[in-house]
Antibody
Framework: EVQLVESGGGLVQPGGSLRLSCAAS????????MHWVRQAPGKGLVWVSR????????SYADSVKGRFTISRDNAGNTLYLQMNSLRAEDTAIYYC??????????WGQGTMVTVSP | QSALTQPPSASGSPGQSVTISCTGT?????????VSWYQQHPGKAPKLMIY???SRPSGVPDRFSGSKSDNTASLTVSGLQAEDEADYYC??????????FGGGTKLTVL
């Protein structure tokens, strides 16, 4: 079964850090670009970051550039998002998704990140 | 970069057709044939319904179709069914390895 499972979310204080993980199974993880997409409570989807299949190139939304770092471990079939200097406006469900033809093909169930004092 | 513009809501009766628009600019929707559409039921993860403007992934009913004209893309749902009631989001490649979503449209089946 093709599956993405996120973990690592939780409650963190403003200015703090958190590392999200996304475990992939049922497909050849190393062949796919991967993305993080977030959704604030009651709001729409927002693209956050992308990494190429071999991890050689990354890109970020302006709102997280310089604070978030995307990475991957193809041997372990895992995607990561290191989030530093967290702000209240980063509060959201964070989804990982496979990238295929500039679309987000397979989605995980999401992990909730809450930034609050 | 501002989000793509979608109507907040749309509705139709069972069996009818409804079209949801998604307006961007020549830098995103109008510049690339990489518009995709997602269905999201409450509390669930989004699901890819349309990619590359009008292509359907395996398993998506052919009641769902997509098109594009200039800077506006559209998703049409024909033969509306109760299970089609959900939020729908468009997305477009925006160049320079960036992607952008629309604000979402809540589809109600009357």
């Amino acid at each position: 079964e093709v599956q993405l499972v996120e973990s690592g979310g939780g409650l963190v204080q403003p200015g703090g850090s958190l590392r999200l993980s996304c475990a992939a199974s049922g497909f050849t993880f190393s062949s796919y670009w991967m993305h993080w997409v977030r959704q604030a409570p009651g709001k729409g989807l927002v693209w956050v970051s992308r990494i190429t299949s071999d991890g050689s190139a990354t890109s970020y939304a302006d709102s997280v550039k310089g604070r978030f770092t995307i990475s991957r471990d193809n041997a372990g079939n895992t995607l990561y998002l290191q989030m530093n200097s967290l702000r209240a406006e980063d509060t959201a469900i964070y989804y990982c998704a496979t990238g295929n033809s500039h679309a987000f093909e397979i989605w995980g169930q999401g992990t909730m990140v809450t930034v609050s004092p | 970069q501002s989000a793509l513009t979608q109507p907040p809501s749309a509705s139709g009766s069972p069996g009818q057709s409804v079209t949801i628009s998604c307006t961007g600019t020549s830098s995103d929707v109008g510049g690339y044939n990489y518009v995709s559409w997602y269905q999201q039921h409450p509390g669930k993860a989004p699901k890819l319904m349309i990619y590359e403007v009008s292509s359907r992934p395996s398993g998506v009913p052919d009641r769902f179709s997509g098109s594009k004209s200039d800077n506006t893309a559209s998703l049409t749902v024909s033969g509306l069914q109760a299970e089609d009631e959900a939020d729908y989001y468009c997305s477009s490649y925006a160049g320079s390895n960036n992607w952008i979503f629309g604000g979402g449209t809540k589809l109600t089946v009357l």
